[in-house]
């Protein structure tokens, strides 16, 4: 048996990261590009709306994950993934407007160092652009039968839509009550992560219809979609607790990480962390002894351990495809931080 050095490792996990980059640039970004063209031409008189799309489209939204998942499953099932370019461009506008929403329902001002449209430009000129994005990709989504979609299969992506943006805005509006509590168990926050990965499962249940899919085949990529989905929130809260200003955002403003959840469980250690997030301001320490207590408990290795399972759910209903299923399962392993990950301090110390 050969021994695997903890280099070896790390090599092999960058590797992963940058085939999954590599992958989703070569799939998504033409649709990206495509979506930031229709939404760039439009004619806008008011000078800080137009300032906002532009930063939006052009240096904020680089998101080729969506457009690349809808052209991988497509072909997985055996269809062109070239159909799948109108949806692409009409759901990268629309998940594009979820997300500037969500950034104000959440007070989120920036986000990975970069100010989001809101943090810029304000509330109002935010709920505009968003509403813009999201009318766009409607609009677009109606004419994508001029472009190859079958105009029998229309109604039904829409429909796949309307339930959608219901079982998200469910999901926010339930996690809302999260807000300020620390008595919020893992099964309820994992059930409105479930729910809001409803945005990756609606993905991969458009696509393998435009493919052709069977009934099982679509049933299966849609489960997919949903694991998939969840990883990539859950993969956000572990990234969110070794990012000081965004963990401190979490702590006041929105919902707590489960590792945390998982950390106040434990009678021996909730009576710290409580006297820590119940402060009117947390500092840089309060924030490390937060980390630092999560990872020594247990709640950073039991979300690691609840990854790893869903990882391994999602890859059981893809392994049967013909087709791409190296591709899907990379996505899911590209969701999984190195087992090399420091959790020891936060970034920002």
């Given at each position: 048996?050969?021994?695997?050095t ?71 099932v ?14 990268s ?16 001002k ?48 829409i ?7 219901f ?21 309820e926050y ?12 609606a ?14 085949e ?46 106040l ?26 980390l ?23 890859y ?34």
């Amino acid at each position: 048996m050969k021994c695997t050095t903890n280099k070896q490792k790390n090599v092999n996990e960058n590797d992963i990261v940058e085939q999954v980059q590599k992958l989703l640039e070569e799939r998504g970004s033409k649709a990206l590009e495509e979506a930031r063209n229709q939404v760039l031409q439009e004619k806008v008189e008011c000078k800080e709306v137009r300032e906002a799309l532009n930063y939006f489209m052009q240096e904020y939204w680089h998101d080729t994950a969506r457009p690349a998942l809808l052209s991988l499953v497509c072909e997985a099932v055996g269809g062109d993934p070239e159909l799948t370019t109108p949806i692409a461009i009409s759901m990268s506008l629309i998940s594009g407007a979820i997300d500037i929403h969500d950034d104000i329902i959440d007070h989120s001002k920036v986000k990975g160092s970069r100010p989001t449209v809101l943090g810029k430009f304000g509330k109002d000129v935010a709920l505009l652009v968003g509403d813009a994005l999201l009318f766009k990709g409607f609009a677009l989504l109606h004419e994508s039968v001029e472009r190859g979609v079958p105009a029998e299969k229309l109604p039904i992506i829409i429909g796949i839509i309307k339930r959608m943006f219901f079982e998200l805005g469910d999901a926010e509006a339930l996690e809302l009550g999260f807000r300020g509590r620390i008595d919020v168990t893992p099964e309820e926050y994992l059930h409105v992560v479930r729910k809001k990965a409803a945005d990756v499962e609606a993905h991969t249940r458009i696509s393998a219809i435009l493919g052709g899919g069977s009934k099982e085949e679509i049933e299966a990529l849609s489960e997919y979609g949903r694991l998939l989905g969840m990883l990539i929130i859950l993969r956000d809260d572990l990234i969110d607790m070794i990012d000081f200003e965004e963990a401190v955002h979490r702590f006041k403003s929105e919902c707590l990480p489960l590792p945390i959840l998982y950390t106040l469980q434990n009678p021996k250690t909730n009576s710290t962390l409580s006297a820590i997030l119940l402060k009117k301001t947390i500092t840089k320490r309060d924030a490390n002894v937060v980390l630092q207590v999560a990872n020594k408990e247990g709640g950073l290795g039991l979300v690691r351990k609840l990854m790893q399972e869903l990882a391994e759910d999602a890859y059981s209903h893809v392994k049967n495809l013909k087709q791409n299923k190296k591709y899907l399962w990379l996505l899911v392993k590209g969701m999984l931080l190195p087992e090399h990950q420091n959790f020891a301090s936060t970034t920002n110390t």
